[in-house]
Every structure is written in structure tokens, then in C-alpha cells.
């Protein structure tokens, strides 16, 4: 049995029960599998639930790396490329990720469900960071690049959140709400005026000693 | 609102002189249209400039969303005076063109391709922004294309930024606020038709089939198999702005003959079609040294009622005049003077709007009419000023004249307006049959 299917039937399942299944017996018996099968792939029902969100990602980012246009990107288009596919993939799942919205915030920042996802687009994010920083495109700071890649978590579960609360036809709110999100982002991590108050700060002091 | 207190009463004053066509008509907007019909460069811009400092200045300070609403203030640059169109242009270069990705998504998601499949070639890198979308250059089968690109969620935005403006205009038109809906709805309805590309596409294919005959014009061939309600594909034209056109110091047999395509293609339109290119502002034409006229973006398209042309063209009959009883009804029909007005109101602006008609539609009247002609534009300034002067006009709080009138104005002052900067004559007579 393939993953893909446990998740797709999960997904299923959800939709049209309206609840996640109570156990993975339940689930296991749609499948027409038994428990033990269940176990040789997932360890639990939620397990499967992470894998549902990491695998779209997975998904967005493999059509990303083969589109011949992509490599070519700054680091800021490839995030804006990201953004627009994974939204376009997660269509297929709007309705799960409707329901889901009950069960769980999406404004919460360490939300369990998300968990696996977070650590997938932290690496993601880090390698575009890295790249970043080769081509001038961001500022590497002290202390603080480490932390970038906790904002742009926060701005996934802001696109994410726009998107299911976007009424928009074609949810082109939601277009431009990445558009804008993440030309500030990258606005901030690339110098800005930041660094050059920071620069003079710095200089004012050491001239006074 | 705090806001609106926030301008300094003198500078109401001075700021009252930016009024929009039929907003308030006789009133200032025709004034500033004539002043810059007359000379662009004698326009009291440094007044303006100051104003528009003024305005800008608040604006920002009303939402922190200055730049919506300086954007659509700038999206109809034809009603605004130049040091407005500045400063808000200004605004408008600062939204930052559309990524290559969103360029991408908007094909993938309403064409379903990217564009590099769509086209043989095509520039991700946009030639020029426009207020509502980006233009990108284009090639297929050998044609050169031009790509238009709306930036996502200008339609939605429409309206609210329409309410943003409203309690300015209201202040600087000094109208009521019942007054003024008309117009506003007026405007908002067009805006929308103007963020609306699959109507477009289809609107730009009817009437440029439709004045195909029109000598001396070209229309570029719109693609319906590669637009979207968000992308526009029409060929790409080569040619002039007419600032640039001018300093070629073109002949004045060239002049003429772009300016007799002009008025024909308007002409045509509000008379035969009775619907019109109502976007007559600079950018959307083309100038070529073998004296054609190369015409683009029909997104604006007034069409005109039957009601309100035969009353609008039935004045530019002088023999019309004898019949006092028909010239109150079409003053009526047109609202230009209201059932609730005193009896001396109805004299005093009758004969205003008799003055100020008979000026403006003279071209009318006449075989050919030469428009370098300074002093018929510094006529209509010096009197359009006075009566902006008068206390009567000054004091009066009703609208007058129809919506219909706004665009329907707007269309003739910027059709006047190039054709005056061309320095052009033109074989302007018609027969009309009213």
C-alpha cells in the first residue's frame, strides 16, 4: 500500500464524514487494510494528518524544481513562486483545510498539525536565505539572520490564514497579499536603513571614547 | 472626520479651483480644462502644486492608504490639473511592478499557461506601467505583441477607495453629499468596466471594426484566444506620444491630417455609434510621421442615451433658441436647471448655459476650425473664470447637469485639448438631425 493513499482516503474520509476518523480501525477498514499494515506507514492518525500538509509542500516543490524558469529566480521571485504554486496546489484540499480551521488555529505558531511542514519550510527558507546572502540580495546581521526564518514562517501562516478568509474571485486578494508580503519581507532582510543607522550608531560611540 | 477640518479654509479656497467636469458645470473645472487647453504651461501650477502638497499631505494622513487612493486619483488623470497628476504620480511609480511570478501565476491561473508556452517569445521584465496593470512586450509567429497585465485585486479596491476620496471632492466641489452621488456612481461604474479585460477585449474588437473605415487610423488587432479577465494581448504599435511627436516638428498638412483623423474617429462614435472612447488623454494615442493615428486601450467607453443626445446636440442648433419653451425643457432634461429652482435662478442660469454652450460648440458650427487658435481658448478662459466668479455660482449647492454630461465633457475637453496642442484645422461642420 502507498502513503499516498492512506492520506488521500484520510482526506476523504474527513470530508465526507465531517470528523476525522475515531480510530485508526476505522480508517484501516476503508482502506481495506488491517491495522498492522496501517503501522508499517504511519504511527498514528496524526501522523497522517502532518504528512497531508508536508506532502503538498513537498509536491509544490518538486514542480518548482523542475520548471527550467525557476532556477533562474533571485531568492525573493523564488519565494514569490512558491507562494503562488502552493496556494494554487492547496486548492485541492480548500475544503479539509476549511474544516480544519475549526479544530485548530491557524494563528497558532507551533501548531501540532503543521509541525513537520514548519521544519520542511524552515530548511526551504534557510537555503534561499543562504542564497540570498551570495548574491547581496540579504543582509547577513549578527545574531539576527539566524532568526529570519521564524518571520517567514509567521508570513506562510499569514498567506495561509488570507487565503481562507479570502472571498475573492480567483482569490486574487490573496495574490496580492503575497505579492506585498513578500517584497516587505525581503525589503527587510536586504540593507536598509536599518544598517546604516546601525553603522552610524556604532560610529557615533566608538568616536566619543 | 478629523481629517477633513485638517484643510486650512484658504486652502479650501484655493483648492476649489480643481472641480471635475459636471461635478459642478459652468464651474471650475471647466476653467482649468480651457486654461490648459490654452497653454499647459500657463496653468498657475505653482498653485496647484502647493495644493496638491496640501491634499497629498492629508491624504496620507487619512488611512495610511495614501497610495490607493492617490493611485485612482491619478487613474483618471484627465479630470485632475497637471501639479495634482504630478504628485500623484508620484504615488502611483511607487507601487512596484508586478514579480515575474505573479506575472506567471496570472497566465497559469486564467490562461492556464504559462506565457512562455503561449508566445515565442516573451519579456518578463514590463515596458511600461499603466494604472491598473503592466504592460509587457510580446512576440508570436513573427508579430509583435503588447501584453496587458492587471495587478490583482484592483477591482475590489474601487469602492472603498471611492469612499476614501468622496469627502474630499464633496469639500472641494463644496456640493452635498447627496448631490454628488450621481457622479460618483457614475465613476464607479466606469472604473469597474475598466478592470473588467474580458469586456474590454470585446469592446475594443467591436469599435475598432466598427471605424475600420475612419482614413488614416490604425487599431491594433486584439486576440481574444490570449486574454483573460486579467490579460489583454493586442498587437504592439509603433508610433509617438504627442509630446514627442511635436518636437519632430511635423509639418502642418501632417498636424492637420492626424488632427481631421481625430476629430472624424469622435465624431463618428458620438454621433453614428453614440457610444465613445471616453479616455481621450494623451497616452492612449499614436503619433506617426505619415500623418496616422495609431489608437489603443478602449477600457472606457461611454455609451451615450438616446434621451441625453438629442437634448446634449440639440443646443449646438442656434436656431433653436427662438423656442423658449423647448430650450427650459432641454435645460430641464439635462438638469442643468431643477423644478425647485426660483425664477430667477432659471434666467440667470439659462443665459450662463446659452453663453457657455455657444462658445464651446462653435467648432460645430463652422466648415473648418483652426485649432491654434488662441484666442477663441482665451475666450472661453476669461469667461469661464468670470462666471466661476459670480456669487450665483458660487453659492449655488445643487448639481447641475447630468451624468451623463461627465464623461460625455470629459471626452470633447481632452479631444479639444490635443487637437489644440497639435495646433490642428479641421473640417469640423455636421448636419444634425435632432
Redesign the interface.
Known sequence: MEKYIIRDTYVQFNLEHGREPHSVYELAKLLNESEEAFYTHYASLKAVEKDVWLSKFQETLEQLHNDP?YAG?SS??KL??FY??WI?NLLKLRSFILQRKKGFSFRDLRADNLSTLRVAFHDYVNGLLREGEASNEVKERKYISDKYVHGFWIQLLFVLNYWIEDE???F??T??A??KA??LSFKLVSENTFDTLLDFGKFVFQSKR | MKEQHSIPTGKVERASKFVSTGLKIGGNYVKHYTKKILDPERDNSELHADNAEDIYATLSNLKGSALKVAQMLSMDKGMLPQAYVDKFSLAQYSAPPLSSPLVINTFMKTLGKTPQAMYDSFELQATNAASIGQVHKATKDGKKLAVKIQYPGVANSVSSDLKLVKPFAIRLVGLKEVEMDKYFDEIETKLLEETDYELEVRRSIELTTQCAHIPNLAFPVYYPEWSSSRIITMDWLEGLHLKEFLQTNPSKEIRNQIGQALWDFYDYQIHQLRKVHADPHPGNFLMRENGTLAIFDFGCIKEIPNGFYENYFALTDRSIYNDEKRVKEIYTELEMIHAEDSEKDVIFFSDLFKQMIDMLTLPFTQETFDFSNETYFNDIYAYMDYVSNLKEVKNSKVARGSRHSLYVNRTYFGLYSILSQLKAEVKTKREFSC
Open positions: 524558469v529566480y525573493r521571485e514569490l513562486a503562488f504554486l494554487q475573492s474571485s480567483e486574487e486578494q495574490d496580492a503575497i505579492e513578500v517584497n
